[in-house]
C-alpha cells in the first residue's frame, strides 16, 4: 500500500475559543507582554458600553464572551463579571424571492395573473433578473440553459412574478449584491434604505422596489442646494417656519440615535426636505445643520454638500447642533369642535387662549349656529388645546 503522509489532528481550541471570545480586554491594554490586560487599564475601561450582533451569533461568540469573562472575574482578573454592559441584536434582513410558473411538461412560462388556468409548477427565479416584479425575458433566457427556448404567456406585454418572503439563500436566487445596488443607486441610498425598512431589532425583508423612494428623497435633498446646476445657497436669516422645521428633526433625530431607532429618523429626514422644499428655502443657517445631522445616515453626501458650503474639515468633526424649544412652540392651535360627541368643523385660535375665550368663540360661530338651532347648550367642555365639546 502506497504511504501517505498525514497531518497531525489540531488540539489546540483556544485561539477560537478564549482568543475570539476574550479580545476585546486585549484592546484595553495592547502592548502589555506580560499579560492579557492589566488590572490598572481594566479598571479604568472596564467592559464593553455596546454589543451591536445577530441573533445567531449570539449562541456562539456571545456565550463564549461571558464563559471567559466569567472565568476571568472569578480569577479576580478584571473587574466586571458581564462583559457587555447593553446588547443589540440586530434583526436578520429577509429575502423577497420571486417565481415563475412553468406550464408542466412544457417549456412555457404563464404570469402571475393568469397562472390558474394552467397545471403550473413554481420555480425561483435570480431577483436580479425582476424589476419591480416584472420579468426581463430575455435575461431569464440566457440565465439557465434549460431556458434558452423559453416561450412566455404574457399579461399586458409584461411577464409578472410571484413572491414570497424568505431566508436570503442562493438557493432561491434571492441573494442581493451590495456591490450592484451601489453601483446602481449609491452607497448612502443604500445605507439610508436598509435603514428605513424597520426597526434595528426586527427582521425585515429586502424589497428593491422601495429604494427608489429613497433614491429621489436625496435628489429632492440636493436639489435645496442648487437651482439646477449652480450651487445656490443664501447667506439671508432664516423664518420662523424653517426654524421650526430643521429644529424638529434635530429633536426627533437627537432621541433617535440615542435609543437606537434609525427607521423613523429617515422618516424624520423626508418630512423636513419636503417642508423645506415647499418653504423654497435655501438658507445656509438651516441647510449647515441639515447636512450635519444627516452626515451619520449618508456620509457621502452630506461630506459633500459640507465642502460645498465652504467648510474645509470634515462634517463628521462638525459639532452636532443642539434643538432649541422655542422654536418649536405653536403659534397657533387647532381646536375640533364637537356638537354631543360628533365633531362638526374645525377651528384656530393664539396660542394661550383661555377657556372661557374659546367657548366663547366658538359659541358665536356661524357653523355653531345651525347645530345650536337657537337652543341653550347645557353644557360646553373645553380640552386645552384639544378639542371642544357642547352638548346640547
Same mark, same amino acid.
Given at each position: 500500500?502506497?504511504?501517505?503522509?498525514?497531518?497531525?489532528?489540531?488540539?489546540?481550541?483556544?485561539?477560537?475559543?478564549?482568543?475570539?471570545?476574550?479580545?476585546?480586554?486585549?484592546?484595553?491594554?495592547?502592548?502589555?507582554?506580560?499579560?492579557?490586560?492589566?488590572?490598572?487599564?481594566?479598571?479604568?475601561?472596564?467592559?464593553?458600553?455596546?454589543?451591536?450582533?445577530?441573533?445567531?451569533?449570539?449562541?456562539?461568540?456571545?456565550?463564549?464572551?461571558?464563559?471567559?469573562?466569567?472565568?476571568?472575574?472569578?480569577?479576580?482578573?478584571?473587574?466586571?463579571?458581564?462583559?457587555?454592559?447593553?446588547?443589540?441584536?440586530?434583526?436578520?434582513?429577509?429575502?423577497?424571492?420571486?417565481?415563475?410558473?412553468?406550464?408542466?411538461?412544457?417549456?412555457?412560462?404563464?404570469? #402571475?395573473?393568469?397562472?390558474?388556468?394552467?397545471?403550473?409548477?413554481?420555480?425561483?427565479?435570480?431577483?436580479?433578473?425582476?424589476?419591480?416584479?416584472?420579468?426581463?425575458?430575455?435575461?431569464?433566457?440566457?440565465?439557465?440553459?434549460?431556458?434558452?427556448?423559453?416561450?412566455?404567456?404574457?399579461?399586458?406585454?409584461?411577464?409578472?412574478?410571484?413572491?414570497?418572503?424568505?431566508?436570503?439563500?442562493?438557493?432561491?436566487?434571492?441573494?442581493?449584491?451590495?456591490?450592484?445596488?451601489?453601483?446602481?443607486?449609491?452607497?448612502?441610498?443604500?445605507?439610508?434604505?436598509?435603514?428605513?425598512?424597520?426597526?434595528?431589532?426586527?427582521?425585515?425583508?429586502?424589497?428593491?422596489?422601495?429604494?427608489?423612494?429613497?433614491?429621489?428623497?436625496?435628489?429632492?435633498?440636493?436639489?435645496?442646494?442648487?437651482?439646477?446646476?449652480?450651487?445656490?445657497?443664501?447667506?439671508?436669516?432664516?423664518?420662523?417656519?424653517?426654524?421650526?422645521?430643521?429644529?424638529? &428633526?434635530?429633536?426627533?433625530?437627537?432621541?433617535?440615535?440615542?435609543?437606537?431607532?434609525?427607521?423613523?429618523?429617515?422618516?424624520?429626514?423626508?418630512?423636513?426636505?419636503?417642508?423645506?422644499?415647499?418653504?423654497?428655502?435655501?438658507?445656509?443657517?438651516?441647510?449647515?445643520?441639515?447636512?450635519?445631522?444627516?452626515?451619520? #445616515?449618508?456620509?457621502?453626501?452630506?461630506?459633500?454638500?459640507?465642502?460645498? &458650503?465652504?467648510?474645509?474639515?470634515?462634517?463628521?468633526?462638525?459639532?452636532?447642533?443642539?434643538?432649541?424649544?422655542?422654536? &418649536?412652540?405653536?403659534?397657533?392651535?387647532?381646536?375640533?369642535?364637537?356638537?354631543?360627541?360628533?365633531?362638526? #368643523?374645525?377651528?384656530?385660535?393664539?396660542?394661550?387662549?383661555?377657556?372661557?375665550?374659546?367657548?366663547?368663540?366658538?359659541?358665536?360661530?356661524?357653523?355653531?349656529?345651525?347645530?345650536?338651532?337657537?337652543?341653550?347648550?347645557?353644557?360646553?367642555?373645553?380640552?386645552?388645546?384639544?378639542?371642544?365639546?357642547?352638548?346640547?
Amino acid at each position: 500500500m502506497e504511504k501517505k503522509n498525514n497531518y497531525p489532528l489540531e488540539l489546540n481550541t483556544m485561539p477560537g475559543f478564549a482568543g475570539s471570545s476574550a479580545y476585546y480586554l486585549r484592546y484595553e491594554d495592547p502592548h502589555n507582554d506580560k499579560a492579557l490586560v492589566s488590572k490598572e487599564a481594566n479598571a479604568y475601561w472596564r467592559n464593553v458600553d455596546l454589543y451591536i450582533g445577530g441573533t445567531e451569533h449570539a449562541t456562539g461568540h456571545l456565550i463564549y464572551s461571558r464563559f471567559w469573562n466569567k472565568f476571568l472575574f472569578d480569577s479576580g482578573l478584571i473587574a466586571d463579571d458581564e462583559p457587555f454592559r447593553k446588547l443589540i441584536n440586530q434583526g436578520m434582513i429577509q429575502g423577497r424571492s420571486n417565481f415563475v410558473y412553468r406550464i408542466k411538461n412544457t417549456n412555457t412560462f404563464v404570469s #402571475f395573473g393568469l397562472k390558474g388556468q394552467y397545471d403550473v409548477t413554481p420555480i425561483h427565479v435570480d431577483v436580479n433578473i425582476v424589476t419591480n416584479d416584472v420579468l426581463d425575458t430575455e435575461k431569464f433566457r440566457n440565465w439557465n440553459p434549460e431556458y434558452q427556448t423559453a416561450e412566455f404567456i404574457l399579461e399586458d406585454g409584461k411577464y409578472i412574478c410571484g413572491w414570497a418572503v424568505e431566508k436570503m439563500s442562493k438557493s432561491m436566487f434571492n441573494v442581493v449584491n451590495p456591490d450592484d445596488m451601489v453601483e446602481k443607486f449609491g452607497a448612502d441610498t443604500l445605507r439610508l434604505y436598509e435603514m428605513f425598512l424597520g426597526p434595528l431589532e426586527q427582521s425585515k425583508p429586502w424589497d428593491t422596489n422601495g429604494i427608489d423612494g429613497v433614491s429621489r428623497f436625496l435628489r429632492k435633498l440636493w436639489n435645496l442646494f442648487f437651482k439646477g446646476d449652480a450651487f445656490a445657497v443664501s447667506g439671508e436669516q432664516p423664518t420662523a417656519g424653517e426654524l421650526k422645521s430643521i429644529h424638529k &428633526l434635530i429633536k426627533k433625530v437627537s432621541w433617535d440615535i440615542e435609543n437606537f431607532s434609525f427607521n423613523t429618523s429617515v422618516a424624520a429626514f423626508m418630512i423636513c426636505v419636503n417642508e423645506l422644499t415647499a418653504l423654497n428655502c435655501n438658507k445656509r443657517a438651516i441647510l449647515s445643520d441639515l447636512v450635519v445631522v444627516l452626515a451619520p #445616515f449618508a456620509p457621502h453626501i452630506a461630506e459633500e454638500l459640507w465642502h460645498r &458650503l465652504g467648510n474645509e474639515t470634515s462634517v463628521c468633526d462638525a459639532r452636532f447642533p443642539d434643538f432649541n424649544e422655542e422654536y &418649536l412652540k405653536e403659534d397657533t392651535v387647532k381646536y375640533t369642535v364637537s356638537f354631543n360627541g360628533k365633531a362638526r #368643523f374645525t377651528l384656530d385660535f393664539p396660542a394661550g387662549t383661555s377657556a372661557e375665550e374659546v367657548e366663547k368663540t366658538v359659541l358665536a360661530n356661524e357653523n355653531s349656529q345651525k347645530w345650536t338651532e337657537g337652543k341653550t347648550p347645557k353644557k360646553v367642555i373645553v380640552v386645552p388645546n384639544k378639542i371642544v365639546n357642547v352638548v346640547m
